[in-house]
């Protein structure tokens, strides 16, 4: 390829949106960035980064783009004209907060990565230089950006394109109504920018992706790099009748790509919904000029399945058989018949395949009539053949999946636990259940909900094997870990974010350093769950090799589009404690820490408070043996305008009254009990200031604070 020279605009700013919210978050304290990587997200994007038909850089003179003049941009409210969607999500705006979302992205990862690793990973050795992490640097700082078009996606081929020949990254519109996609499409042709400026070689298969991969935090096996890697991601395309050589993001999500082995391997694990139908796998291959969702992709998508050949197959048939796992997600158990167990199905290695589920009746009928709607009307795995182009599909953990059995146009609850099932021997793209399932977490945290997101491969059976048995529920009796009074544990590391997610091994949740303490045969680990490309949760898991009842995971302590970090973890013999971060207000009370800490006999504990974007910490005291949250407490820092500031937790310790003693630094003003700010004197120095919080173990009720300097 081409090796082309940045483009270069110098443009007056465009005035910053007031208020980002969770989208871009300013980084308001210098303990965010070391002192030479000090990125600034907040930054104005410059106004030549918007453009005719959406696209976000002005076109070059040799514009693909229909109805441009050369060198042409047009004012923002044009922008639905000429095929351009009309929509209101398509708008100055909207535009600008995806590009701050992807810089945040970038930054975030790049922060803490070990960049000659990550640019070896995804551009090979000889890429792994620092011009291309100067690249990087520039790109995340907004020095240089990438031109950008918008067109259909028909006509693209393709979610997402990089055309070296002209310097521009090319974007499906359909993308604007999955904007968290957007994101994970451009963060992509933007790892293939990054290797066309780094030399005129092509990196070997798709570069994109591998970047992508790393900077989103997805998990790939050894069997996907591979894939990757030999993946040829080029293709040629013509756009307003001119030949482009392109290199291109089609793996769409819902869709999976068979191994080198041609076997796949399937599993009805639990059955929660109370329809009846079938699930289906069929392939992809030469569908490709039927509009998905249309009666003639669903007729064929139905053949192939009935054909029980490499075009497709029925792989579960809810009305006769059972799943192998019995228990209840919240709702009533509907498990019935016998158990199919583990299945295998041959299809040429390398086929694209996608799931269809019939939620109420068979596939035959849905042949029949391809029209039907209401419960005949199929399902899929791909977004775009669905009613609305809703998503139905999400990942519990890798190999196992999880079908919204209801249209969200006819009053789906989207819990996401209608038909779970193994899908294994392929590799595919598919969101986490957790990012789906909104207010109905309740069903992760049931027995079988956390069966589902640890069970290990060897539990879930040697997919070459016969149909198994049903696989054995540990019952809802938790035992109670043993106490030790005299044993005081803490555990908060001074650096970096310990990342995992529920579909994560103990093994792997070790590897990534997250706190963790041990009571007796009981580990417990905090960290952090990346839910998007933007927004983090906080995650607790609990593991006792002796005790299976101890075995939970908990993602629901903070679920709203504020950033929640677990950060620490504490036993004094009696109660566990974990330390948070959280660094704004969303939601409801009912969706993070404040439905815990309602109750704290003093205001400034019981919520963030003012302002955002600040990181809080929250101590929250934990069931051991459930990991419900019982009690919280917000400690925070705080500004002259009454707006709180971050204020960072780093030790615990339990003092001769039995009070908790906690101790922080504090970016600005340390509080009083009352949570007024304490009064400066001369030798306080600067900020962060050390601080020292007594507070009682009940989270209740502040009986002390200092801080160095203060009185």
């Known amino acids: 390829?081409?090796?082309?020279?940045?483009?270069?605009?110098?443009?007056?700013?465009?005035?910053?949106?007031?208020?980002?919210?969770?989208?871009?978050?300013?980084?308001?304290?210098?303990?965010?960035?070391?002192?030479?990587?000090?990125?600034?997200?907040?930054?104005?994007?410059?106004?030549?980064?918007?453009?005719?038909?959406?696209?976000?850089?002005?076109?070059?003179?040799?514009?693909?783009?229909?109805?441009?003049?050369?060198?042409?941009?047009?004012?923002?409210?044009?922008?639905?004209?000429?095929?351009?969607?009309?929509?209101?999500?398509?708008?100055?705006?909207?535009?600008?907060?995806?590009?701050?979302?992807?810089?945040?992205?970038?930054?975030?990862?790049?922060?803490?990565?070990?960049?000659?690793?990550?640019?070896?990973?995804?551009?090979?050795?000889?890429?792994?230089?620092?011009e291309t992490e100067s690249i990087v640097e520039q790109l995340i700082q907004g020095n240089i950006l990438p031109q950008f078009q918008f067109v259909e996606q028909a006509d693209l081929g393709a979610q997402g394109a990089y055309a070296a020949a002209i310097d521009t990254i090319f974007l499906a519109k359909e993308l604007f109504r999955h904007p968290e996609q957007l994101v994970r499409v451009l963060v992509e042709e933007i790892g293939h920018f990054i290797d066309d400026h780094?030399?005129?070689?092509?990196?070997?298969?798709?570069?994109?992706?591998?970047?992508?991969?790393?900077?989103?935090?997805?998990?790939?096996?050894?069997?996907?790099?591979?894939?990757?890697?030999?993946?040829?991601?080029?293709?040629?395309?013509?756009?307003?009748?001119?030949?482009?050589?392109?290199?291109?993001?089609?793996?769409?999500?819902?869709?999976?790509?068979?191994?080198?082995?041609g076997q796949v391997a399937t599993e009805f694990l639990s059955d929660g919904g109370a329809y009846t139908g079938q699930l289906a796998v069929f392939s992809l291959t030469g569908m490709e000029a039927l509009a998905p969702g249309s009666p003639a992709f669903i007729q064929e998508a139905a053949r192939r399945a009935l054909s029980n050949s490499p075009e497709g197959y029925i792989i579960i048939s809810d009305i006769t058989e059972a799943a192998s796992l019995n228990g209840e997600l919240g709702e009533k158990n509907r498990n019935a018949g016998t158990p199919g167990g583990i299945k295998n199905f041959a299809f040429a290695p390398g086929t694209?395949?996608?799931?269809?589920?019939?939620?109420?009746?068979?596939?035959?009928?849905?042949?029949?009539?391809?029209?039907?709607?209401?419960?005949?009307?199929?399902?899929?795995?791909?977004?775009?053949?669905?009613?609305?182009?809703?998503?139905?599909?999400?990942?519990?953990?890798?190999?196992?999946?999880?079908?919204?059995?209801?249209?969200?146009?006819?009053?789906?609850?989207?819990?996401?636990?209608?038909?779970?099932?193994?899908?294994?021997?392929?590799?595919?793209?598919?969101e986490p259940v957790t990012n789906l399932i909104g207010g109905q977490q309740i069903w992760i945290n049931t027995p079988l909900g956390q069966q589902l997101f640890l069970i290990s491969d060897e539990e879930l059976g040697d997919p070459t094997t016969p149909a198994q048995q049903p696989i054995f529920i540990a019952s809802d009796n938790p035992v109670?870990?043993?106490?030790?009074?005299?044993?005081?544990?803490?555990?908060?590391?001074?650096?970096?974010?310990?990342?995992?997610?529920?579909?994560?091994t103990?093994?792997?949740?070790?590897?990534?350093?997250?706190?963790?303490?041990?009571?007796?045969?009981?580990?417990?680990?905090i960290g952090t769950n990346q839910v998007s490309s933007i927004n983090q949760n906080p995650i607790v898991a609990s593991f006792?090799?002796?005790?299976?009842?101890?075995?939970?995971?908990?993602?629901?302590?903070?679920?709203?589009?504020?950033?929640?970090?677990?950060?620490?973890?504490?036993?004094?013999?009696?109660?566990?404690?974990?330390?948070?971060?959280?660094?704004?207000?969303?939601?409801?009370?009912?969706e993070d820490f404040r439905?815990?800490?309602a109750t704290a006999e003093q205001a400034w504990l019981r919520s963030y408070g003012q302002g955002g974007g600040a990181k809080v910490s929250v101590l929250a005291r934990i069931d051991a043996?459930?990991?419900?949250?019982?009690?919280?407490?917000?400690?925070?820092?705080?500004?002259?305008?009454?707006?709180?500031?971050?204020?960072?937790?780093?030790?615990i310790n339990v003092n001769a009254t039995g009070h908790l003693v906690i101790s922080a630094q504090s970016f600005f003003r340390p509080r009083r009990p009352d949570g007024t700010a304490l009064t400066e004197t001369a030798t306080a120095g600067s900020s962060p200031f050390a601080y020292t919080v007594e507070i009682t173990p009940d989270l209740k009720r502040v009986k002390s604070t200092s801080a160095v300097g203060f009185v």
């Open 480 to 504: 109670l870990p043993p106490v030790d009074a005299n044993n005081l544990q803490v555990s908060i590391p001074t650096s970096g974010v310990a990342k995992f997610n529920a579909s994560n």
């Open 625 to 651: 043996t459930t990991g419900e949250l019982l009690d919280a407490a917000y400690l925070s820092a705080v500004l002259g305008n009454g707006n709180s500031n971050t204020l960072t937790v780093e030790d």
């Open 1 to 130: 390829m081409s090796n082309h020279p940045f483009p270069v605009a110098e443009a007056p700013a465009l005035p910053l949106i007031e208020d980002f919210g969770a989208i871009a978050k300013s980084f308001t304290d210098l303990a965010e960035f070391p002192n030479d990587h000090a990125y600034s997200l907040s930054s104005p994007i410059p106004e030549t980064l918007w453009g005719e038909l959406g696209a976000i850089a002005p076109p070059r003179a040799d514009s693909l783009l229909p109805g441009v003049p050369d060198g042409g941009t047009a004012a923002t409210e044009h922008w639905t004209e000429a095929g351009a969607i009309a929509d209101p999500l398509f708008n100055h705006t909207s535009l600008e907060q995806i590009w701050a979302k992807t810089q945040q992205a970038l930054a975030t990862f790049w922060q803490t990565a070990d960049r000659q690793a990550t640019l070896s990973f995804a551009w090979g050795e000889a890429k792994a230089t620092p």
């Open 352 to 430: 694209h395949i996608a799931v269809m589920l019939v939620p109420d009746g068979s596939v035959q009928q849905v042949f029949d009539n391809p029209a039907a709607g209401g419960r005949l009307r199929p399902l899929f795995s791909l977004a775009s053949a669905n009613p609305a182009s809703q998503i139905h599909l999400g990942e519990i953990r890798p190999g196992v999946f999880a079908m919204e059995d209801v249209r969200f146009d006819e009053g789906s609850d989207a819990d996401f636990n209608d038909v779970i099932f193994r899908l294994q021997g392929v590799t595919g793209q598919v």
């Open 595 to 597: 439905r815990a800490a």
């Open 198 to 261: 780094a030399g005129p070689v092509d990196a070997p298969g798709d570069e994109g992706r591998l970047f992508a991969a790393q900077v989103l935090g997805e998990t790939l096996s050894e069997a996907a790099i591979a894939a990757i890697k030999a993946e040829d991601d080029s293709a040629l395309i013509s756009l307003a009748g001119q030949s482009l050589e392109i290199e291109k993001a089609d793996l769409v999500p819902g869709a999976f790509t068979v191994g080198t082995s």
């Open 506 to 525: 103990e093994a792997e949740i070790a590897a990534s350093g997250a706190a963790r303490i041990t009571i007796g045969t009981q580990t417990i680990y």
């Open 544 to 590: 006792d090799s002796a005790n299976p009842a101890n075995n939970w995971i908990r993602t629901d302590y903070e679920v709203t589009g504020a950033d929640g970090r677990g950060i620490g973890i504490a036993w004094d013999g009696t109660s566990l404690y974990g330390v948070f971060t959280v660094d704004g207000t969303q939601g409801t009370p009912a």
